[in-house]
């Protein structure tokens, strides 16, 4: 007889595994290193930016009350005294009418007060005029105008990226406190699956899930280890997943998780002694997806369907493995946008569509990225996004306002969608 399981809302099944997450350690790695890890200490400005008080144009330091009065018709004069460019400093003392050609970024003469762009002058010899009266700190970049001493500007928690490489190296962070990585494996199941290099026999098809989850690993920075592909065979199987719990921190398992004849994934979690936290969720594609929890770790059973396994992982384990990380925003972001087509299909379950999604003057629109099944792979190639329709409804239609789930962006959510 057919095991009857009983289907969890998305919201629970992803409840029930971050709160089974347990966050790993920090490490300290070299600011080069650090790309695309998780900052696992605030970032904390260690001097005043900027240092000093300088000049963000090209152009001549004055004092400001030395211009007033200055106009069209009576321009006023200066004398330049000394010249600087950035990295430079001037230690003249400026009297009444004297003006020190400056570089951008050079450090502004203690008795200067305001710039005066080379666009703001006429020039002869060692002097300029100019035509406007300027106040005092007028195009000064102002000592801690960015950031004062002690103060937290990144929280821990923060995916590093290109922008927050280039804060810790203004504040000197040549090492850096991250979250440790987790080690993933990835085990694909099914006596169908022949290699990537391999020619197709008849019945046969190429493991195209493996090569996937190890991208969407790569894509949060994380690690993996293949424990390849094995035939739907129980002891063999069960074997290899042993050895995968042993050597990493979390196992993706791809296949073998529903209830036909050859899907031993079930009968494995049973040997293993595996806590099953659901079997079954409210979603298509991939409501055979399966999570459980053994020694401490979890084993994400995908189906072997892809559209159903790229969003299995996404929903699933991404959250999940950022979370060990550390990461303070783990769910994928989201946003609503125009359905710019018609979406006929009933949703008895929440059902995720592989969608592309772009922001135009009109607002952000979303589209099925073409064929949908939860076999599909080209959907999944084409897409940037999800679409998320709601269980109980009837379809919907082109100008529906629906819910979206964005992909690959470095910045997360903190909350499952709402
Ligand atoms: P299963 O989850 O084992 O019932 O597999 C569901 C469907 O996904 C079947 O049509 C499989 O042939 C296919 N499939 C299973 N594993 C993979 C894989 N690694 N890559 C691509 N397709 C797969
Ligand atoms: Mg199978």
Known sequence: MVEKRKPIPVRDAIEAI??????????????????????????I????????????????????????????????????????????????????GEAVRIMTGAPLPDDANAVVMLEQ???????????????????????????????????????????????????????????????????????????????????????????????????????SRSYGMKEDDLEACLQIVKTALEEADCLITTGGVSVGDFDYLPEIYKRLGAEVLFNKVAMRPGSVTTVTHADGKLLFGLSGNPSACFSGFELFARPALLKMMGSRK???????????????????????????????????????????KSSAVSSIAKGNAMIVLPGGTRGFQAGDEVDVLLLGLDEGAENWMI
């Open 330 to 372: 783990p769910f994928l972001p989201y946003a609503k946008a125009v359905l710019a087509e018609d979406f006929t299909k009933a949703n008895p379950f929440t059902r995720f569509v592989r969608a592309v999604y772009q922001e135009t003057p009109e607002g952000a629109k979303v589209a099925p990225a073409g064929f949908n």
């Open 18 to 43: 971050m709160t089974r997450v347990k966050p790993l350690r920090a490490e300290t790695v070299s600011l080069e290193e650090s790309y695309g890890r998780i900052l696992a200490e605030p970032i």
């Open 45 to 96: 400005a260690t001097e005043d930016v900027p240092a000093f008080t300088r000049s963000p144009y090209d152009g001549f330091a004055i004092r400001a009350e030395d211009s007033e009065g200055a106009s069209g018709e009576y321009r006023k004069q200066f004398t330049v005294i000394d010249h600087i460019g950035a990295g430079e400093v001037c230690r003249k003392p400026l009297a009444k």
């Open 121 to 223: 002058t006429v020039e002869s010899g060692n002097t300029f005029t100019v035509r406007k009266a300027f106040h005092a700190n007028e195009n000064v970049s102002m000592r801690g105008e960015e950031a004062k001493k002690g103060e937290v500007l990144l929280d821990a928690g923060h995916f590093i990226h290109p922008g927050v490489i280039a804060l810790l190296a203004t504040f000197g962070y040549d090492r850096v406190k991250v979250s440790a990585k987790p080690l993933v494996g990835i085990l694909a199941t099914g006596s169908e699956l022949v290699d990537v290099s391999q020619p197709l026999e008849p019945g046969k098809i190429r493991n195209s899930n493996g090569p996937m989850i190890a991208a969407q690993l790569k894509r949060i920075g994380v690690e």
